[in-house]
Structure formats: C-alpha cells, structure tokens
C-alpha cells in the first residue's frame, strides 16, 4: 500500500487553466505539507495542516488553495495557472511529534504551456 | 528562519569509494533534528538517514553515516562503498520544533557514481 498517494503523477494543461491535484496518506500522521520544487530543483514549503488546521502558509500566490477536509487528505487547487506555475509539487505527511520525518508522495509534475 | 547550505551542487565518485556530502545550517534553536534524503531520478523522496541534536553520538545506517558537528552547526553525510544505485540529488534538512515543525531544505548536491 502506497504510504503518501498523490494524483496526478504529471499534469499538462494550458495557461489559465483550473486544476486540482489531490493527497492521500494512510500512516495516521496529523500533519501534512505541500512543497513546490523548482527547475533548479530547490524544495520551499507552501501549505502546512494539523489535524485539518491550516498551519503554515508561505507567501504563495492566492491563487493557490490548500483544502483539507479530513486530516488524511490534503488537496492543492490552482486557479489561473500561469507558466511560473510549472515545477513538481509534492505532498508530504509526517507525525506532529518531534521524531517524524517526512514521508513524500512520488510528486505532481505540472506543465503549464 | 533557519538556512540550509549545501556548498556542493556536483559530486562524483568511483563505485566502491567513500563521498562525504557536506551540509551546513543555521539556527538559534538548541533542539531540532537533522535529515538527509536522497531523490534519485525516479523523482521520489527517500529518507537516508536522521540525526537529533540533542544526541552526540553520530547516526549510522549501513553504508550512510553522518558527522554532525553541533557547535559548528555542521552535519556532513559519509557515502561508503559506494554504489551505482547511490547516484541521486543528495538534500540535507533542518526540521525546526517550532511553529509548523516545518523542513527547510539545502539546494541539494547531485551525486554521480563512476563505474
């Protein structure tokens, strides 16, 4: 069983465009992050969840809208999607407590063109 | 916040040798914990090795090591008997036990395995 699943895997669609890309963990963690990898390959955190609350939102577009309706999921809604918006986006889980790592989805290669 | 440097983009070494990577950090935290993952060309994130501040003793899993230098802030990751397999971005982490307990990344170090 696939530990942290995120779908898409790779994601081509047209500026302006609406997407969604959906997160799903089934290791009981309570919280979950959304980071963005650019082309230069550097990892900057977007959205962080505890238990459906959001913690941590890092200066990202509006257009970008974390929903987390159970503590399990967590999903990234992008509007407008622009050309700068292209990159690997990856959902990640880890326990609240301070021993937890990071486990990773296989990330969402987006490509706006 | 905390800052991640990873002084190497590129690295190389022969199948079988020793590579140490190395990372430095920055933080006015006593606590934290310290990571390396690997993310090879399949794209997915792999947990290599973890290290608690408030331990002394360096971690150790298989053939990864790590030297962590707490007062230099300093956390290098030893590769040995390297294999083809190990060819990877190589990132190192601080995960701050503050607000959001978040990761901050370094800008990752490609490693090439020479056969």
């Known amino acids: 069983d696939t530990a942290v699943s995120q779908t898409p895997k790779y994601l081509v669609t047209q500026m302006g465009n609406d997407k969604s890309i959906k997160c799903e963990q089934n290791?009981?963690?309570?919280?979950m992050y959304w980071y963005k990898q650019d082309s230069k390959k550097f990892l900057k955190i977007m959205f962080s969840?505890?238990?459906?609350?959001?913690?941590i939102n890092e200066t990202v577009p509006n257009r970008f809208s974390p929903k987390s309706p159970d503590k399990a999921h967590l999903n990234l809604h992008i509007n407008s999607l622009e050309l700068g918006d292209s990159a690997v986006y990856f959902c990640?889980?880890?326990?609240?407590?301070?021993?937890?790592?990071?486990?990773f989805g296989s990330g969402t290669r987006l490509t706006v063109v | 916040a905390q800052t991640v440097t990873q002084s190497q983009p590129e690295m190389s070494v022969q199948e079988a040798e020793t590579v140490t990577l190395s990372c430095t950090y920055d933080t006015s935290e006593s606590d934290y914990y310290l990571f390396w993952y690997k993310q090879p060309p399949s794209r997915q994130m792999i947990l290599v090795i973890r290290q608690e501040a408030y331990k002394q003793q360096n971690a150790t899993e298989n053939r990864f090591s790590v030297n962590f230098q707490k007062a230099a802030k300093s956390f290098s990751l030893k590769i040995s008997d390297s294999q083809l397999g190990d060819a990877a971005m190589y990132f190192c982490?601080?995960?701050?036990?503050?607000?959001?307990?978040?990761?901050?990344f370094g800008t990752g170090t490609s490693l090439t395995v020479i056969p």
């Open positions: 290791l009981g963690h309570d919280t």
């Open positions: 982490a601080y995960r701050t036990l503050n607000t959001g307990n978040q990761f901050y």
């Open positions: 969840y505890n238990n459906k609350e959001l913690i």
């Open positions: 990640a889980s880890s326990p609240w407590s301070r021993a937890g790592g990071y486990t």
